[in-house]
């Protein structure tokens, strides 16, 4: 089993940065591929952005591909995802999730946090 916790989100204008983390405990954390979604009111989860357990490989969804950088720090069993120049369309609630593969499929995750609100106002 592991355990994810996200943090980090808020209420912030547009053009504003947010950074989310998501801390793991558990099963050894280096050992899998992190990802991020989101999902508004209304609409399906979606993916992204994921990395892969040594940090090398990063991937983006095109809508957030230039902003949104995202990362991890295995010593502290964490992973980051830094949202720069923050539209309204990016609010949602943001969720982490642990995966065996380095995917943007959502099925694919094993392990979800509870989610973390983020709201961009205009």
């Known amino acids: 089993q592991v355990q994810l916790v996200e943090s980090g989100g808020g209420l912030v204008q547009a053009g504003d940065s947010l950074r989310l983390s998501c801390a793991a405990s558990?099963?050894?954390?280096?050992?899998?591929?992190m990802g991020w979604f989101r999902q508004a009111p209304g609409k399906e989860r979606e993916f992204v952005a994921t990395?892969?357990?040594?940090?090398?490989?990063?991937y983006y969804a095109d809508s957030v591909k230039g902003r949104f950088t995202i990362s991890r720090d295995n010593a502290k069993a964490t992973v980051y995802l830094i949202m720069n120049s923050l539209k309204p369309e990016d609010t949602a609630v943001y969720y982490c999730?642990?995966?065996?593969?380095?995917?943007?499929?959502?099925?694919?995750?094993?392990?979800w946090g509870q989610g973390t609100q983020v709201t961009v106002s205009s």
């Open positions: 558990g099963r050894t954390f280096s050992s899998y591929n």
């Open positions: 990395i892969s357990w040594n940090g090398i490989n990063t």
């Open positions: 999730a642990a995966s065996t593969v380095v995917t943007t499929h959502r099925s694919a995750y094993d392990y």
